[in-house]
């Protein structure tokens, strides 16, 4: 006990002049990070969401009035719970992305199995070729879908020319084209992740399984799958966190009734010009994002401690 005690003064300061050295300065940085482009925003977000909308500049009530008393108030988050318009917003927003993750995941997965096994060579140039709508702007990348899939665009043009169909098929302004665009979009952020893992899997372990006389395809599903596992989930979050928040896609490639909550945020703070309610809808979101990400990093560091 006596140990223990004298020791922890010593722990203590080891504690403090590391975070005052140079690897603690190195170390914080994330942190400051957090703090400056995160929470301060998440704050200030939220202390809108509290008040109520009014006719002024800013155009919402101060949080405290003149007599120091609290003004603020939860009926904007009461509001985008009883209203079906919010729920709807919310639960179609999910949905969507979550089938574009599963599509980009189902496309993505054999495209990264690819590069893994590629030769050094090969594997450069397919990599670059993944990265290279990063070299290109977003929007102009959304513009040439949108124009590919228009009536008269390419797709149409080809099928019409290879006598698939009789007639242009509707494909803008359709969820079709949403899904398509978010895929298109993100399916980078989904491969990069699962190249990483695949690249760094030990192949001997599939290799000695099929000299047990294992099939390829049952040490694929037994050794191969399980073992990417991590980078399925890091790029399905990489692609599900953007997608449902997602404005420019579903504005200029989804149907006209398409309900989002990017969308509405929009139209909530622009058009309406209610900042309080587009600030809980903002708060909400990143709720339902945030916090099932960091109950499954907690549940994932207990794992590993216990192994």
Known sequence: MAEASASSPVTASHGKSFWFSGKGAVAGIPYLWLFVFFLVPFAIVFRISLSEPMIAQPPYSPLFGADGSYQGSFFNYQLLFEEALFRSAYLNS????????????????????V????????????????????????LLRVYALKTIMADTGLANGLLLHLGLIDAPIRMLQTDFALYVGISYTYLPFMILPLYATLERLDWSLVEAAEDLGCRPWKAFLLITLPLSVPGMIAGA????????????????????????????LWDTFFSERDWTLASSLAVVLLLLLVLPIMLFQIVQARREQRA
Not at 241 to 264: H, K, Q, Y
Request: hydrophobic share 60%; charged share 10%; proline share 7%.
């Open 115 to 138: 590069i893994a096994r590629a030769r050094p060579l090969v594997r450069n140039l397919l990599l670059m070729a993944v990265m290279l709508p990063f070299w290109s702007s977003f």
């Open 237 to 264: 979050m990489l692609v599900f966190i953007p997608a449902t928040g997602e404005f420019v896609i579903p504005n200029m490639l989804g149907a006209s009734d398409t309900l989002m909550v990017g969308r509405m």
């Open 94 to 113: 999910l949905w969507v992305a979550g089938v574009s993750t599963l599509v980009t995941l189902l496309i993505g997965y054999p495209m990264a199995y």
